[in-house]
């Protein structure tokens, strides 16, 4: 009962696209790293209350995080992965 090539081939695209959405989480937290330590600093010793005293704060790094993991950053590190691996190929 093996996988048909198909098969295989989504599930690596999707392995690859994982790791592609992991790359473009980390590089989101590297850029938007001084609105992380903002958030970080409003939020310590609250609980409940973090969820309005900290609002500012939240939607600061929200609006910063998107511009780095939105579609079509995604798209475009999948075309530069397609690129590398056309290059490996030759």
């Known amino acids: 009962m093996g996988l048909s090539a198909e098969a295989r081939e989504a599930r690596v695209q999707k392995k690859v696209e994982e790791a592609l959405r992991s790359k473009m989480k980390a590089r989101a937290l590297k850029e ?15 609980t409940l209350s973090v969820a309005w005293r900290c609002r500012a704060e939240s939607r600061e790094l929200n609006e910063c995080l998107h511009q780095y993991t939105n579609d079509g950053v995604l798209e475009e590190f999948k075309k530069q992965y397609v690129q590398g691996q056309a290059k490996n190929q030759q």
Request: hydrophobic share 45%; with cysteine.
């Open 32 to 46: 938007c790293d001084a609105l992380v330590a903002k958030f970080a600093d409003c939020a310590k010793g609250r």
